[in-house]
């Protein structure tokens, strides 16, 4: 699981009530919505509520509301996009593998209801990841700012 500082799990403290999952992915690519449905039952399951945002990636980023976990279906262009979705947001993050590697994404979708339940008892290590904000001047004019991971 990757985030900056700043959020409200705590390795070794177990959640005391529901979670607040935000599940993101690109609702295009095949056995994305599949598998949002299953993260949803299974979070269900655990007493967790759920708000699904399965955006093309081609489309602009959703607005997420609050929550407490980020997750993220597909591989680890998925979780760059959603990082440069939430911006400034420090929300954890935690990546299911679709796809092929998964070097940010390191859960296998046959794990999402066993890790969130280790993540609710307090069992995980974040992990934090440097994110740096990119402006192109030429000048004297500014570009629109890109956030990077």
Do not use: K
């Not at 269900?44 to 509301?65: E, F, I, K, R, V």
């Not at 976990?69 to 299911?96: E, H």
């Not at 307090?122 to 956030?147: A, K, N, S, Y």
Request: glycine share 12%; proline share 7%; with cysteine.
């Amino acid at each position: 699981m990757s985030t900056a500082s700043g959020c409200s799990l705590r390795p070794g403290v177990a959640v005391t009530g529901p979670l607040r999952l935000t599940i993101v992915g690109d609702g295009e690519r095949p056995g994305v919505v599949d598998e949002a449905e299953r993260v949803v039952r299974a979070a269900a399951a655990a007493g967790h509520s759920t708000t699904t945002l399965l955006a093309p990636a081609a489309d602009g980023p959703p607005t997420p509301g609050a929550c407490d976990l980020v997750v993220v279906l597909g591989g680890d262009g998925s979780i760059l996009r959603a990082a440069r979705w939430m911006g400034y947001r420090q929300v954890p993050v935690l990546g299911v593998n679709l796809g092929r590697l998964g070097f940010l994404a390191d859960v296998p979708r046959h794990a999402v209801a066993e890790t969130l339940g280790e993540i609710t008892a307090g069992r995980f290590r974040l992990v934090d990841h440097l994110m740096f904000e990119t402006e192109v001047i030429r000048e004297h004019d500014r570009r629109q700012p890109e956030l990077g991971l």
